[in-house]
Each structure stands twice: as structure tokens, then as C-alpha cells.
């Protein structure tokens, strides 16, 4: 929202520039952007052109002898439309116009010029809201000498507001005239509104059909004559930001950003009916609307029509088919409150934000509906020629009660940290003009309409301590039930990533949005998926259920440029319908680790990947987990490839990609593994106290067992654990054997094996 300050001043009796309202703003109302000067430039003063010749040199060129205030000025004009006669904007020497461009005496092929005729344009108004092709010309009575930019209201400073959706009341000069009356404790003084009828009485018939319209006000005006509109009323639009074009759209859009309450004028001559209904659009109805584009409607939009076809979008834009024109007589005027929900979803959905969306998204205020209409009815009146007939059209089903709410003192004070006395919160109240009544140091405070944001003692609560400044409220500790320190499973989380990145593996974090015909490479379960309504792209349509997804794309995107040694983990999620569960996963591909003078160098293979995680559960107290080899992973390779587990079931897995699914996506040799962070961290076997070093020395046994190769090493370890009961420390493969003397279905497995005591020597 931008805010002219010479109309708010209007409205609130201060004399405060705009930089002092802006630091004012900041600390007790919404953030100031920027503000600026309407038009920052100097030493520019009313000219009357006396006379025009042509340049002896220059075709293109004119002489003209200006009348600047009491004296005769020479300046060479280049400009096509200037002539004698007009009162023109000249910029003397030593001015600075815009962008820093300074104006000196010249002298243009051999005729010397004093100054310069400019444009507005030249003067910084954007192109948009100004003819660009000439100078311009003042129809205004004015004196030459006088001040150009107050003849013109161009004399202006500019607030731009940067506004949060709750503060739809700032969307409005008199929303922002309250709070500026409320900081500064100043007298506001809003028009009167007063609008003469003529004998004639209103034919208009008004139906509603749908529950997303809440009232709906109409009114005819006859004998309207279109034109530009007054200055004052354009200078006051361009410093707001809009596009001024004839007198009746720009009194609709001057009201609306008065009141907040957006209008629409329609040709009356072209609606073809005196019966407007209100309804919800057919499915794949269509619509032109004023920007010339036929639009295809859903049911969920809500319709104006002449109870035949559409004429307009509801609370977004009107239609073509009866857009104001310059030979329209009579008009029909339109003042209602939509759902801001449906506003919402319809803007959204086309595409199609306009300031009147805008504003119905965030709530206009029912109270200003029929304000509204009766503001620019008198406008009509007075800068359109307009006639108003008898009477107004109406269905109106709004809430306009004020909603109560109750705050005690005590409260107040409590949330705030405060200690303000009644008197000072009565005060602040009236600034605020909220209605109120006191009963025992407890306020029945009354909300008004234009204040559609608030509805708790909470948003009392600040509006409170906003106008007294909460730079005004003593430094109070915070109270808070939280301990101030990370929970077991953040510190777990924290031990789990120190140690990866300790064994040499960098941390990624990728997109959690996939593509859905990649989104179960990794999904055993084929769980269902969660999809984005609007995605921005098909690659990224599906919220993933493994890590691994991003870390694969990671691993493509560093091979194809030629970094080819990766060692990644991620803490990410898989996203279920219901549910999300934090995983850990990673991938390892290329040179491990090398000692060139030695010539040695160490690949990334499945044991490299497995002792990284043995390293990792052994720092967490995981050591119990176990390996169980597995074939049914489909896209890992089946003879490399195992879950991790333990005798509740499986918490992960760990395995080398299948080589079809390598070669999809180009890669050799990548070995990933995936785990459940939380069963991880429910897993963990603490060590519960200390034990003393044993004094009896340990005894190594190696034993080698001959077993069928469908017999794995896990097996076999657990059935000598077993056997070995209280005094087997440890049991480990170090050697496997496969040939003669044995069978072609047999292999011999070494294993080492440690016994101690600490009652006797063994």
C-alpha cells in the first residue's frame, strides 16, 4: 500500500513529514519499504508560452519566449505538441531534475536556451501514467511563477507500507489515517458524504444465489459524461501506483483505496437486463474479462450475471462485454462482500490478482459496503455529471456486530510484563477508538468492523502495547518451562554425524521432492505416496520416501564432471501419508584412501562401506547389530547386498546398486546404505558401569570349520557364541577356504577365538 501523504494529512490533523511518520510506523504500527517524493526534482516553475518560432538550424526544433513570473525566458523546445499560449512546467537553470540530470544555460545550433519545457516523464512520473511523446500542458488556472508540482497536487511525499495479510486495514487511507491518529494522538476528519437522487426510481432487482456472497449493493447513475478525471484525483491514484484513465474507473479505485471496499462500474446500456444475480459459475462456464482474455471457469468461482450470462469474476475483475467506454451514459455501480476464501483460491487458480482480490482476500469491512457506494455516487455527481436515481438495490446477509471481547488488567499486564495503570489503557483505547466499557479492572473491549483481524484478548493485547511502544516495555527475563538444552535424540543425532564426517564422509542435503516413477527405487513396502498439488516441474511432483533418491542425483551430477570420489550421508525423511520417519543414508563410490609412495591405494567396496557403519555402531553402542544377506532388494545387487538387524527385525540396509540400475543412471560401483534413525536411537545398549581389567591373561584358539556354502559366517559365529557361553570373548572370521581337498558345495571358514576369566587362569 502506497500512501500519499498530502491525503492523509487531509484525514488526520498533523503536520509530520514522511520520514518522522515513517520511524513512527516502524515502531508502532506496520514496516515502512521506502518512502520518497513524488517528484524529486528542483527550481521548476509555471511558464505561459508567449510566442513559437521555428529554429533557423534545426527542423525539429522551436524558439519559444517564455513568461516565467514577471520576466521573458528564450528556451529551445523540441517537443511537437508545445505551442503559444500554454502554460507549460520549466525547469530554470540550476535545476536538478531526476536521476541527477542538471539544467544549464545552452546554446542548441547557435540559439541560446534557458532552461527546459519538460514532460512528466521527465519529471520522474512513469510512462504508465503519462503521455511520453510531448511536453505537458496545464489546463489548471495558474499564474506563471507559481509552483508547478502544487498546482498539479504533484507536490506529494509517498509512504510505501509493507504490509503482513492480517492488516488488511492498511489496505485503506482511513485504515491508515486511524493508526496514525492513534500514534500520534491526532484528530481525524473524514469527509461527508452526501448524495442528491433524482426522481427517478432505481429498476434494478438484485438476487443471490450463493453462500460466498455476502451482500451485494447496486446503483444506478444516469447521464454520466466520461473524461479525464480531476487532478487532484489522478495525482492521488499515480502516488498510489495506479493507472489513471477516465473519471469513472478512477473514482471507483479512488474509493477503494479510501475505504478499502473495492467498487465495479458497469455499462447499464450493455448489461441487457435491470436483474443482476449473484451466483457460482457452471462447470467450464467462460468469461472475457476486461483484460481480453476469455477465461474457463469451475464451480468454485462466484459469478455476476444479468441473469443470462456472466458479466463479471466476483471480487477479482469485470468483464469485457460491459467495460466503461467513452460514449457510456449510464452506469450501474456495484458494492459487495465476497468470501475471502473463495477470492482466494479463484486469483489463485487464473492467475489473476488485481487490487480489488487483493483486498476481498484479507476481508473488507461490511460496514463500508453502502459507504462506498454512496461515496462515489457523490463523486459521480460531482465529476462525472452523473445522476443518481431514487433508491439502492440491496441483499445484504453481512455480520456487522462488533465483536466483544474481555481483557482484565491483571492479564494485560501479565502477558506483557507491563504494569500500565487503567487510565493509560483507557487511553490507549480511545486512541485506538475502540469502543469499551470497565467493570472492576476488567475491559469488555468492542472490535470494530474495519478491524476484521481482531478476534482474542491476544490481538487486544498488542494493539495495546503497539500504541504505547513496545520499546516502552521493561526488560523482563522470559518465562518458559523448556530446559534450554537439546533433547537425548538431537545430542544422538549430533554423536551420528560427527562420526560419519570422522570417517571421512561429507554430509548432503538434497531435494525431498522426487519425480513419481523414481520415488519407490528404495521403497520396499511400496508405500503411498504424498504428491504437491502445483508442482513446479515433474522432477519434482512427489515427496520422496528414501534419501537415497537425492544422493543418486548427487552422485550423477559430480561424475559427469569428473569427480568421481564420494563419500555422502544425509539425515533425511521419508515422507508417508500419516507420518514421517527420519532415516540415515548414504553412498560411497571410488578411491577410499591411497598411499601413493607406497603404490597402495584402497577401492570403496561393500566391506568398506561395512566397516564404516561397524565403526559407527560401535562409538553408539550398536555393536549387537547384525548382518543377514538378502536377495529381494530390487534394485541392489543380490549377491552383495544384507540387511542390518537384530532380533526385533530389520532397521536398514546396506548393499552395492544393482548393475541395471548403475547403468540407467550411468554409475559403476556405488554402495549405499539406509537406516531408521530412531530405532538406531532406541536400540543403543549403554554401557551400564565400569568393569576392572582382568588380571588373568586371555587364550587364543583358532579352529577352522568345514560347512555347506549355503551356511553363512553369521550362523556360524552365533552358534559358537552360543557353545562358547561366559568365557568366549569374542569369535571372529579371518579366512575363508574353498578347493581341494573339499567338495565343490563345501568351504572352510577360520575362525579366532578368545577366552578369558577373571575368577582363574585359564
Not at 642 to 647: L, N, Q
Request: hydrophobic share 40%; net charge negative.
Amino acid at each position: 500500500m502506497k500512501v500519499s501523504m498530502n491525503w492523509l494529512k487531509e484525514l488526520v490533523n498533523t503536520d509530520i513529514n514522511a520520514k518522522e511518520l515513517a520511524d513512527l510506523f516502524n515502531l508502532h504500527s506496520a514496516e515502512i519499504e521506502e518512502y520518497y517524493k513524488l517528484v524529486d526534482a528542483t527550481n521548476l516553475v509555471v511558464g505561459h508560452v508567449v510566442s513559437k518560432e521555428s529554429h533557423p538550424d534545426a527542423d525539429k526544433l522551436s524558439v519559444c519566449q517564455v513568461d516565467i513570473g514577471g520576466e521573458i525566458s528564450q528556451i529551445v523546445c523540441g517537443a511537437p505538441n508545445v505551442d503559444a499560449g500554454q502554460n507549460v512546467i520549466v525547469s530554470l537553470p540550476g535545476a536538478v531534475l531526476p536521476g541527477g540530470f542538471k539544467i544549464k544555460k545552452s546554446t542548441i545550433r547557435g540559439v541560446d536556451s534557458n532552461g527546459m519545457i519538460c514532460s512528466l516523464v521527465e519529471l520522474g512520473i512513469d510512462k504508465k501514467y503519462a503521455n511520453a511523446d510531448g511536453i505537458y500542458v496545464i489546463e489548471k488556472t495558474c499564474n506563471p511563477g507559481d509552483n508547478p508540482l502544487t498546482v498539479l497536487d504533484l507536490d506529494d511525499e509517498v509512504l510505501s507500507l509493507d504490509l503482513t495479510p492480517n492488516r488488511a486495514d492498511l489496505l485503506s487511507m482511513y485504515g491508515v489515517a486511524y493508526d496514525t491518529a492513534a500514534i500520534l494522538d491526532a484528530k481525524m476528519t473524514l469527509p461527508e458524504i452526501k448524495v442528491e437522487e433524482i426522481e427517478k426510481q432505481n429498476p434494478v432487482k438484485v438476487k443471490i444465489e450463493t453462500e460466498n456472497c455476502l451482500s451485494y449493493y447496486a446503483r444506478v447513475i444516469e447521464d454520466v459524461v466520461i473524461k479525464p478525471s480531476p487532478g487532484w484525483i489522478q495525482s492521488r491514484l499515480i502516488a498510489a501506483d495506479v493507472r489513471p484513465i477516465n473519471n469513472v474507473v478512477d473514482i471507483t479505485n479512488y474509493v477503494m483505496l479510501a475505504l478499502g471496499q473495492p467498487l465495479h462500474a458497469f455499462d447499464y446500456d450493455l448489461l441487457d437486463s435491470d436483474t443482476i444475480t449473484v451466483r457460482q459459475a457452471k462447470e467450464n462456464e467462460l468469461l472475457v474479462t476486461l483484460d481480453e482474455i476469455e477465461r474457463k471457469l469451475t464451480v468454485e468461482d462466484i459469478l455476476i450475471t444479468n441473469d443470462k450470462k456472466g458479466i463479471a469474476l466476483g471480487g477479482v475483475m469485470g468483464g469485457f462485454d460491459t467495460e466503461i467506454v467513452e460514449n457510456t451514459k449510464t452506469i450501474l455501480l456495484e458494492s459487495a462482500v465476497f468470501d475471502p476464501y473463495s477470492i482466494r483460491k479463484t486469483s489463485s487458480r487464473l492467475d489473476l490478482r488485481s487490487e480489488s482480490s487483493t483486498r476481498f482476500e484479507r476481508k473488507v469491512d461490511p460496514a463500508r459496503t453502502i459507504m462506498a457506494l454512496e461515496y462515489a455516487s457523490q463523486l459521480f455527481s460531482e465529476y462525472a455529471c452523473g445522476k443518481v436515481l431514487e433508491g439502492i438495490s440491496y441483499i445484504d446477509n453481512a455480520d456487522k456486530e462488533e465483536k466483544s471481547i474481555e481483557l482484565s488488567l491483571e492479564k494485560l499486564n501479565s502477558n506483557l510484563g507491563s504494569d500500565y495503570s487503567l487510565e493509560l489503557v483507557e487511553e490507549t483505547l480511545r486512541k485506538l477508538n475502540f469502543k469499551y466499557e470497565v467493570k472492576n479492572s476488567t475491559f469488555t473491549i468492542y472490535a470494530p468492523t474495519r478491524r476484521q483481524d481482531i478476534e482474542t484478548y491476544q490481538d487486544i493485547i498488542e494493539e495495546i502495547g503497539r500504541i504505547i511502544g513496545y520499546d516502552k516495555l521493561p526488560l523482563t527475563l522470559p518465562k518458559t518451562v523448556s530446559q534450554g538444552k537439546l533433547t537425548e535424540f538431537q545430542v544422538f543425532q549430533r554423536q551420528v554425524r560427527e562420526k560419519l564426517s570422522g570417517l571421512g564422509l561429507d554430509e548432503v542435503v538434497t531435494y525431498s521432492l522426487v519425480s513419481d516413477n523414481r520415488v519407490h527405487d528404495f521403497d520396499k513396502d511400496n508405500s503411498k505416496t504424498v504428491s504437491v498439488a502445483m508442482p513446479m516441474s515433474v522432477d519434482r511432483k512427489v515427496l520422496t520416501l528414501s534419501p537415497l533418491n537425492g544422493i543418486i542425483d548427487v552422485i550423477k551430477y559430480n561424475t559427469a564432471r569428473k569427480n568421481s570420489d564420494l563419500f555422502l550421508f544425509e539425515l533425511g525423511k521419508k515422507y508417508q501419508l500419516d507420518h514421517e520417519e527420519l532415516k540415515l543414508s548414504g553412498a560411497i563410490t571410488g578411491l577410499y584412501a591411497s598411499t601413493n609412495w607406497k603404490g597402495e591405494q584402497e577401492i570403496a567396496d561393500f566391506f568398506t562401506l561395512k566397516g564404516i557403519l561397524d565403526s559407527l555402531f560401535e562409538e553408539l553402542y550398536l555393536g549387537h547389530l547384525e548382518y543377514e544377506p538378502m536377495k529381494d532388494y530390487k534394485n541392489l545387487h543380490p549377491g552383495q547386498s544384507a540387511y542390518i538387524k537384530d532380533f526385533n527385525g530389520n532397521i536398514g540396509f546396506i548393499g552395492k546398486l544393482h548393475p541395471e540400475y548403475a547403468k540407467l543412471h550411468n554409475l559403476k560401483n556405488v554402495y549405499v546404505f539406509e537406516l531408521d534413525l530412531q530405532k538406531l536411537f532406541d536400540l543403543r545398549r549403554p554401557l551400564k558401569k565400569v568393569k576392572e581389567i582382568n588380571k588373568f591373561p586371555e587364550v587364543t584358539r583358532d579352529i577352522a570349520v568345514v560347512v555347506d556354502n549355503a551356511v553363512t559366517a553369521g550362523e556360524l559365529l552365533a552358534v559358537t557364541k552360543k557353545a562358547g557361553k561366559r568365557m568366549l570373548l569374542s569369535a571372529d572370521v579371518f579366512d575363508l577356504y574353498k578347493g581341494t581337498p573339499l567338495e565343490d558345495n563345501q568351504k572352510s571358514l577360520a575362525i579366532k577365538l578368545v577366552f578369558s576369566d577373571p575368577k582363574r587362569t585359564l
